[in-house]
């Protein structure tokens, strides 16, 4: 190829001499004429020889390129020297869906890909959204899929040793204090009573004064303050009071979000790497520090008040039933009180998983309803209905019109509308584990020791093998069986809320939670997106709304419409 390209260009250019009489007619009068054409001739000799090492080292590029996107049919992604799928990653990064693009590239691979990061980085891993594959490690061989210290490692500094990330021992006696705690009467009614002060002394107020204003509100932002305050009245027995008037500005609840984000860049950045932007405090790691600090003040103040109650508090009768009084009541293995971290911990995994799930949930879910006027006809239809059956009762209980729990559990529609949303859209998109010893999947994929193993739940409620079909349609049908009633689905089809012995503890609150507040919303108002607002996930721990859920409030024909609590 070379060789030929040479031949055409000296035969366009001819500069070397083959012919004596040429050069003995050429006159002679100076030096510097006759030395010309012997400096033109070293010089286009170099340029060929550039020419000829450039054609090379393209010939090589485009044989590695070719062999790299071979691979990309076997191996679902093209795997670089070097640089392994990194190139893919990166290009999947500056995209509006990191999500959409593992669910494709999961597709063509029949649901398991293994995912090659460059060479001495630690970015290998297994990705799977096979259901065999999930109910092999998330319950027949749970022990042997622990989050792993890769997973621990990365998410430390932000969650420490609390329950999401730890394993073993310590997990174990978490979970079993908190799920004690979630079963106990008297703490099921603080979930219920704070959850119904929050709805109609607050929330409704707040949308109310939108509807008044006419003016548009950032429904994302409010019902993550609502969660947000209901998950530390709960957990911690204080009220932030973020959700009021005016969405005053919470230096926590930003902190706390960008804390998250931070954190999950590290999976897509080489550990090598981000450790070394740590230490150099530069980047992400940088808004990491200055976020944490900002979550390590609100834990700090809560814990140092709920200290002080309890040690002035003599009677038993009256001590608060939250989740970080019980754990300051207990002891760790050597027989002393929980120590600070600890309970720093317990805070910052508690308010992952009651702030930010619920309220993500909520706001795909009426997203969705703006999309799919029919669905929520119909849920108005139910909740009516359910209205209407209810014993004659005096004005002022009918104008407060707070549902009660017994007419939540009714709502069997509502219920399908909202899990059909949390199928499309989970809200922990993506789970992590490690395999402790050589493992072979349902599916066939060895996994050797020590290797990472990502569940994309987001992609599973878009397979069609697991879906049918119509897996991309928001069709809450599919949950309901002849009789109209709500059925659950396998935690392996459907894991949005985990499965095996790490089921979410509050999956029934959050379903009661989620099933109140849209009841209660929906009852009062119609919610509609605001025209062209962009709706994309961000690439967070749970799967914000990235530019937040604009809409515009409107009453709907309702007699009923004030939010007054007895």
């Known amino acids: ?58 010939a090589i590029f485009v044989f590695i390129a070719i062999h790299s996107l071979r691979q990309k049919r076997k191996q679902g992604l093209p795997v670089w020297p070097v640089l ?61 899929f622990p989050k792993g210290p890769y997973f621990r490692d990365t998410v430390r500094d932000l969650l420490g040793d609390g329950i999401f990330s730890a394993d073993n021992e310590i997990w174990q006696r978490q979970r079993k204090t908190a799920s004690i705690e979630f079963h106990s009467a008297k703490f099921r009614n603080l979930t219920t009573e704070s959850l119904r002060e929050l709805v109609h002394q607050r929330l409704l107020t707040v949308l109310d ?65 981000w450790k070394l932007m740590r230490y150099l405090n530069i980047g992400t790691e940088k808004k990491l520090k200055e976020s944490l600090e900002g979550v390590d003040e609100f834990a700090e103040d809560v814990i140092q008040t709920r200290k002080k109650e309890l040690s002035s508090r003599c009677d038993e009768k009256k001590m608060k039933s939250d989740l970080l009084t019980v754990f300051m009541g207990l ?50 239809e139910e909740i009516s209905k359910i209205v209407k ?22 709502m069997d529609y509502l219920q399908a509308a909202i899990s059909e949303a949390l199928r499309l859209y989970p809200s922990v998109p993506v789970d992590h584990k490690e395999v402790v010893e050589d493992e072979k999947f349902p599916d066939g994929t060895e996994l050797k020791k020590g290797t990472k193993v990502v569940y994309a739940i987001y992609a599973m409620g878009r397979a069609e093998a697991i879906w ?12 309901l069986g002849r009789d109209g009633r709500y059925m659950s689905e396998s935690a392996y089809k459907f894991t949005a809320f985990n499965g095996g012995p790490r089921l979410c503890l509050g999956k029934d609150f959050a379903y009661y939670q989620m099933k109140f507040v849209a009841a209660s919303i929906i009852y009062r108002y119609h919610v509609k997106v605001v025209e062209n607002h962009p709706v994309v996930p961000k690439l967070a721990l749970t799967m914000y709304m990235k530019h937040g859920l604009k809409v515009h409030l409107s009453r709907r024909d309702q007699k009923i419409t004030t939010s007054k609590v007895n």
């Open 331 to 380: 002891k760790d293995e050597k027989g002393e009180p929980f120590s600070h971290k600890f309970l720093r911990d317990i805070c910052v995994n508690f308010i992952l998983a009651g702030r930010d799930t619920s309220s993500v949930a909520l706001s795909w879910f009426f997203w969705l309803l703006d999309r799919n006027p029919i669905v929520e006809q119909k849920i108005l």
């Open 209 to 273: 004064d939108s509807v008044q204003k006419l003016t548009a509100l950032d429904l994302q932002e409010v019902l993550l303050r609502l969660t947000f305050d209901n998950v530390c009245m709960i957990a911690f027995g204080v009220d932030p009071g973020c959700l009021q008037k005016g969405l005053p500005e919470i230096p926590f609840a930003k902190a706390f979000e960008d804390a998250t984000e931070a954190t999950i860049f590290r999976f897509v950045t080489p550990t090598c790497l």
């Open 389 to 410: 059956e209810r014993e004659v009762v005096d004005d002022d209980d009918e104008m407060v019109m707070v549902f009660k729990a017994e007419e939540i559990k009714k």
């Open 468 to 479: 049918g079909k119509d897996c991309l349609e928001y069709k809450p049908e599919r949950w």
């Open 1 to 58: 190829m070379s060789t030929q390209l040479f031949s055409h260009i000296n035969y366009f250019f001819p500069m070397q001499t083959s012919h004596p009489k040429t050069m003995n007619n050429i006159t002679t009068n100076t030096n510097n004429l006759t030395a010309a054409p012997a400096t033109t001739t070293g010089e286009n000799f170099v340029f060929f020889r550039h020419l000829q090492l450039l054609e090379i080292f393209a």
């Open 84 to 144: 392994g799928m990194l190139p893919s990653l990166a290009s999947a990064l500056q995209s509006n869906n990191m999500y959409e693009w593992i669910s494709n590239v999961l597709k063509t691979q029949n649901g398991t890909f293994h995912f090659k990061g460059p060479w001495f980085s630690n970015l290998n891993c297994v990705v799977t959204s096979d259901p065999r594959n999930l109910e092999y490690l998330l319950k027949t061989k749970f022990v042997n």
